[in-house]
């Protein structure tokens, strides 16, 4: 098929953070001269208008950036907001929400796992391929996914853009009942997702590694989830290690407030999404980072689980860099996703009211929490009377698609290495290692044709830049 | 719908500008999802598959709305090749939340987002998917309910018209016994105006509802608007209600800039 020394991979139509993007790869004499992630995804200017808003309605209004993770959207909306006001939510408001976003948790986590991440390991295009051969694991897996929809329906009403979230809190709060019958299935759930452990981490998983920082929020004593210190853990080739170490590096911590000096966003002329780097940097946030910084927090159970699968101990400094792997963590986040929810069921009192209130004031605020697919940071300027009058929202996939990247060229190349390829091969390895990073449901399973050029084919791009 | 040869029907599902969670509503019947395959043949869903069959196909489900030159085209083509085109969920039946450009400098929206806008090419509206062909089924909601969603599929694998309400909130809300949050607590709310799908879902968490489901079939917006003023929304809270995730549909649209007028 490519007869000289160069050739060039398009593939048209993957997917960015809820949509679409394309994969463009050169290689020059077995070197890898340009991987990029491009993404054409159409503009929807969030930020441009929700300038004029109310400061009651960043948490509804950005919930309709992402159809997979409303939750994290809508949580990171009411931090930023209630920062600028000077209230903090905590106790057992927090709890609820802390709760709320375990449900969202195990429910994407658990599509990623079975719809989008698995089929890759058994060589099939879909999850109903898939059920073909693995009925009752896909089964067990789509019941997980639903037992963290119930969670998320109770607390917020429905399952994709809840609508009882609200800045300060919540409009109505569940009763102990509502709760409980929700533990019960819970419980059943905790075992099956011990076991969906097991299953993942049976999968045949490549050598690789990734040198990149890690970032995610810490807080000491829980697995960081709905708040938290930014925290970010060095690359290995700093301390002279291989991209696969699995040792844990020294970390740095910054106040969120200073999010925007630490984490910059550059626009690229290729892409729509805005790339971020943090201090100069590249960085990778996600499952392999909240592992790196906060897994020694994890629930008994889920350390269990974890060391089982052969991702060691994370009390003892170990960390997993390999990205292949990371399906794994996401299996063991699930776990401790239902075990935590039991947990804050287990001791739930109602709220004395269901919100606090938050008078607005002049000001600006910022909230940081950790959606599936990682940081994801809000940050909102208020007048007097509360209207927005600047916005800012930095994704998990912005922030990873300069990581991802860097994975291309690295297995492209280490590939390159083993002989030729197949452009057929090399597709398919490619969209595992951007699948390896979710980078959104779309963007998973967003692949059409693949195109090669040779050098002077003059090819044109599939599709213009447009962005979200 | 019955398909010549017996063959199973062929389902594709498109994405234009949204949130995707309009399609995700389909991934998230996890009961209904391994049956629904068997019966349809999933041929072109990429947030599902990565398997592409290039067409035709007996039931296209549509979300997102069209916000660039390539997916005006790209409609067209859809269109021809599909027997029933359904458009699912705000974006694609009212332009949804993006189409807040259209009251707006698109320029000045780009150059709000991106540091050098000239890279960003984007139509200075955001257009239902009716603007551009004809659509044989619009399932309101941002999101679509679950429910609606299966009984379109099973009504088209029966071939029979689907049970799809066309009165407002006001009337579920009544159905589920839910107390009105107007009378109640004074509590403004658009169920009166919003078209009904959702089972009157806000009252029943104590919030006024705030029209995702876009405007109902009969509306009476100069009766209505006096309700909310009452309930203590000023003007520009009543602009800021009417204009979210339905802003473009034109009943909404209409009684928005009468009320930016006042
Ligand atoms: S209508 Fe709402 S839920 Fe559906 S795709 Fe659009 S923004 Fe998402
Ligand atoms: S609460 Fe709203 S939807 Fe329900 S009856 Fe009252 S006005 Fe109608
Ligand atoms: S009550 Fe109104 S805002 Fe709430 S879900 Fe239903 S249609 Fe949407």
């Known amino acids: 098929m490519n007869g000289g020394k160069s050739r060039e991979l398009k593939l048209g139509a993957l997917g960015r953070v809820e949509g679409e993007g394309a994969l463009h790869l050169c290689v020059h004499n077995g070197e890898v001269t340009e991987a990029r992630l491009k993404i054409y995804e159409p503009p929807r200017f969030f930020e441009a208008f929700l300038r004029g808003r109310a400061h009651t309605e960043p948490p509804d209004i950005t919930s309709r950036v992402c159809g997979i993770c409303p939750v994290a959207y809508q949580l990171s909306a009411c931090r930023a907001v209630e920062d600028a006001c000077g209230t903090v939510i905590d106790g057992r408001l927090a709890a609820l929400r802390r709760l709320l976003y375990c449900g969202e948790w195990i429910e994407s986590q658990t599509l990623h796992i079975h719809l989008l991440h698995a089929p890759d390991f058994f060589g099939c295009d879909s999850v109903i391929e898939l059920a073909r051969i693995q009925r009752a694991e896909v089964e067990r897996g789509l019941r997980l996914k639903q037992s963290g929809n119930a969670i998320v329906e109770l607390l917020g009403g429905r399952s994709i853009h809840p609508i009882n979230i609200r800045v300060g809190g919540f409009h109505r709060v569940p009763t102990r009942a509502e709760l409980r019958s929700l533990a019960e299935r819970l419980r059943r759930e905790r075992d099956a997702a011990v076991d969906m452990v097991r299953w993942v981490s049976g999968f045949d998983f490549p050598d690789a590694g990734c040198d990149h920082e890690l970032l995610a929020l810490a807080e000491p004593g829980s697995y960081a989830i709905e708040s938290g210190t930014p925290t970010a853990m060095d690359a290995p080739s700093t301390a002279g290690l291989p991209a696969d170490a699995d040792r844990a590096l020294p970390t740095r911590a910054f106040d969120v407030h200073t999010f925007g000096d630490h984490v910059v966003e550059r626009q690229v002329p290729y892409s729509t999404a805005l790339h971020s780097v943090l201090d100069g940097r590249r960085h990778l946030t996600g499952s392999l980072a909240r592992y790196a910084i906060s897994g020694r927090w994890l629930s008994p159970i889920a350390l269990e689980a974890a060391r089982d699968a052969g991702l060691g101990d994370p009390r003892q400094g170990t960390v997993c860099r390999n990205p292949f792997r990371s399906i794994i963590v996401r299996a063991v986040e699930v776990l401790y996703a239902i075990d935590e929810a039991l947990r804050i069921i287990d001791t739930y009192e109602p709220p004395a009211h269901p919100a606090v209130k938050v008078p607005p004031r002049a000001g600006t605020g910022h909230g940081a929490t950790e959606a599936p697919r990682g940081l994801l940071y809000h940050r909102y300027t208020l007048d007097a009377k509360g209207t927005v009058t600047g916005a800012n929202l930095v994704p998990p996939t912005a922030q990873n698609q300069g990581a991802i990247e860097e994975d291309l060229r690295r297995t492209v190349r280490e590939r390159l290495r083993d002989g030729e390829p197949t452009d057929a091969e090399l597709t398919a390895l490619c969209e595992r290692v951007i699948r390896n990073h979710d980078p959104c449901i779309s963007c998973s399973a967003h692949f059409l044709d693949l195109r090669v050029h040779r050098p002077h084919s003059a090819a044109r791009e599939g599709n213009p830049p447009t962005g979200a | ?262």
């Not at chain 2, 987002?113 to 009716?130: D, F, G, Q």
């Not at chain 2, 044989?136 to 009984?151: F, Q, S, T, W, Y």
């Not at chain 2, 968490?205 to 000023?234: E, H, K, T």
């Open chain 2, 1 to 262: 719908m019955p398909t010549e040869g017996g063959r199973r029907p062929k389902l594709a599902v498109w994405k234009f500008a949204s949130c995707d969670g309009c399609q995700l509503t389909l991934l998230d019947c996890e009961d209904e999802l391994l049956g629904i395959a068997e019966e349809v043949e999933i041929s072109y869903f990429l947030e599902a598959s990565s398997a592409t069959d290039p067409g035709p196909y007996d039931l296209s489900l549509v979300d997102g709305s069209i916000t660039t030159r390539q997916d005006a085209e790209r409609i067209q083509h859809i269109r021809s090749v599909s027997r029933r085109l359904v458009t699912i969920g705000a974006c694609a039946t009212a332009g949804g939340i993006q189409a807040l450009r259209n009251y707006a400098d698109v320029a000045e929206f780009r150059a709000a987002v991106y540091a050098k806008p000239e890279y960003i090419a984007t139509l200075a509206t955001s257009t239902p998917i009716s603007a551009h062909v004809p659509v044989d089924l619009e399932l309101r909601g941002c999101p679509i309910d679950r429910g609606r969603l299966v009984e379109v599929i099973t009504a088209f694998l029966a071939g029979r018209k689907p049970d799809v309400p066309d009165h407002s909130v006001c009337f579920e809300c009544k159905l589920r016994g839910t107390p009105c949050v107007i009378v109640a607590h004074g509590t403004p709310c658009l169920g009166p105006v919003t078209h009904a799908g959702c089972g009157a879902l806000c009252p029943a968490y104590g919030r006024g509802c705030y029209g995702c489901f876009g405007p109902s079939n009969s509306i009476n917006f100069s009766a209505f608007i006096p309700l909310l003023r009452r309930d203590g929304m000023d003007t520009l809270d009543v602009v800021r209600v009417l204009r979210t995730f339905n802003t473009a549909a034109p009943e909404f649209d209409a009684a928005s800039r009468e009320e930016a007028r006042r």
